[in-house]
C-alpha cells in the first residue's frame, strides 16, 4: 500500500478529511497591550477594524475593534478544540459559562443543539510583547449528536501527556498529546459526546517537534483511518525517501507505519487522524448539518431564540488583566489554575 497519499501546499485555513471539517493556525505577533488590553491606537490606523485578517505588522485584529478576537458568534452541529501554545484567549459564552486559557491549555467545546461563544485574544503584557498562537481544530459531529446539549470542557496544559522520544542517535521528539494515545500514554478524556469520545474512532490530534536529524515513527492503525499531517514549520524532511518542504499538508495511509527523518532545522507538525463518520456535510457560515434543510432550520432557530441569548454587557467580554488561567462553567463549578 501507497504510504503517501498525497501532498499539496498548506492554505488557510488548512482543509481536513472527515471527521475533521477545517483547522485554522493563528500565529500573531502582538505588540505591547494597552490598559484595554489592546493594541496601541497608532498601530491600527490603515486597518479594517472589525474585520481586520491583514497580518500588517504581523498580526491581526480579526472581529475585534478594541482587542482582537472573534465577539460573540454562534455554533450549531460539530465541535472546536482550541489548543493555545502561546498568548491567552477569554472565552464566554450564551450558557454563562467564561474562562481564561492559554501557554499550552486546550478548550473543547461541543456546540450541540446551538450555542454562541466570544473568542478574544486580550494583549495582558504592558510591557513586553504578546506572541499569540493557537490552533483551532473543527471536528463534526454525527447526525444522532448534532443536537446533544453544549458543553465545553478544559484540557489544562499541566494534565496533556507530553512525551519525549529519542531515535537510535539520541535525537529527539516531542509529542503533545491533544488527543488520543501514544505509545502507552493517553490523552485527558475530550468532552463527553464527542466522536472522539470512543476508542474505536481512533481520533488522535498530536502536536509534534522535532529536533534536528531526528527520526520518528507514526504507527498504523487501521486501513480506514484517514490521517493527515500539516507540516506547517520548519525546513525540510523525508518521509520514504520523498522529500518534503515546509508549509504542506501529507495525506498518510493510515495502515502503514510512517517514518520521518528531520533534516537541518527544528520541524514542528500537527497530526490529524480518525475514521470518518461517512456522512454527508453541509456547511454554511457557522453551522454544520447534514443537509440544507437543517441548516435554514439552524439559522431561523438562532434569529428565534439567540441559542439562549447573550447574558454578558458586551459582545466581546474581557476578563480583567490581573486574573490568569481559569474556568467558570454553567454549573457555577470553578476552576482556578493560578
Given at each position: ?134 490552533f483551532q481544530i473543527w471536528l463534526n459531529l454525527p447526525a444522532k449528536d448534532k443536537f446533544v446539549e453544549p458543553n465545553y470542557k478544559m484540557l489544562w496544559a499541566e494534565d496533556i501527556p ?22 502507552k500514554s493517553v490523552g485527558v478524556a475530550p468532552a463527553p459526546d464527542s466522536w472522539a469520545n470512543k476508542e474505536e474512532n481512533h481520533v488522535n490530534i498530536w502536536h509534534i517537534q522535532m529536533e534536528p536529524e531526528a527520526c520518528f515513527e507514526i504507527p498504523k492503525v487501521s486501513s480506514t483511518l484517514n490521517r493527515t499531517l500539516y507540516y506547517y514549520e520548519g ?104
Amino acid at each position: 500500500m501507497k504510504k503517501i497519499i498525497k501532498i499539496q501546499q498548506l492554505t488557510m485555513p488548512w482543509q481536513t478529511i472527515d471527521p475533521f471539517l477545517f483547522t485554522m493556525h493563528h500565529n500573531d505577533a502582538f505588540p505591547k497591550g494597552t490598559e484595554a488590553m489592546g493594541p496601541a491606537s497608532d498601530s491600527l490606523v490603515g486597518r479594517t477594524i472589525g474585520n481586520d485578517f491583514s497580518y500588517s505588522n504581523g498580526w491581526s485584529m480579526y472581529h475585534g475593534e478594541t482587542v482582537p478576537g472573534f465577539p460573540a458568534h454562534p455554533h450549531r452541529g460539530f465541535e472546536t478544540i482550541t489548543y493555545v501554545t502561546k498568548g491567552y484567549v477569554d472565552h464566554s459564552d450564551s450558557h454563562g459559562a467564561q474562562g481564561r486559557y492559554g501557554q499550552g491549555d486546550v478548550q473543547w467545546m461541543t456546540a450541540g443543539k446551538g450555542l454562541q461563544h466570544a473568542e478574544m485574544f486580550p494583549l495582558v503584557n504592558k510591557d513586553d510583547v504578546n506572541p499569540m498562537e493557537l490552533f483551532q481544530i473543527w471536528l463534526n459531529l454525527p447526525a444522532k449528536d448534532k443536537f446533544v446539549e453544549p458543553n465545553y470542557k478544559m484540557l489544562w496544559a499541566e494534565d496533556i501527556p507530553v512525551i519525549v522520544h529519542q531515535d537510535e542517535a539520541g535525537n529527539k521528539t516531542k509529542i503533545t498529546i491533544v488527543a488520543g494515545s501514544y505509545n502507552k500514554s493517553v490523552g485527558v478524556a475530550p468532552a463527553p459526546d464527542s466522536w472522539a469520545n470512543k476508542e474505536e474512532n481512533h481520533v488522535n490530534i498530536w502536536h509534534i517537534q522535532m529536533e534536528p536529524e531526528a527520526c520518528f515513527e507514526i504507527p498504523k492503525v487501521s486501513s480506514t483511518l484517514n490521517r493527515t499531517l500539516y507540516y506547517y514549520e520548519g525546513e525540510s524532511v523525508t518521509i520514504e525517501d520523498e522529500l518534503i518542504k515546509d508549509k504542506h499538508m501529507i495525506i498518510l495511509s493510515g495502515n502503514e507505519n510512517i517514518v520521518i527523518h528531520n533534516k537541518t532545522h527544528k520541524s514542528s507538525f500537527i497530526l490529524l487522524e480518525g475514521e470518518p463518520i461517512g456522512e454527508s456535510v453541509v456547511k454554511y457560515g457557522p453551522f454544520v448539518m447534514n443537509t440544507m434543510q437543517e441548516i435554514e432550520d439552524a439559522y431561523k432557530d438562532f434569529q428565534d431564540t439567540e441559542f439562549g441569548g447573550w447574558p454578558w454587557d458586551s459582545y466581546d467580554p474581557i476578563i480583567p488583566r490581573e486574573k490568569r488561567r481559569f474556568a467558570l462553567h454553567e454549573d457555577g463549578r470553578l476552576e482556578d489554575k493560578e
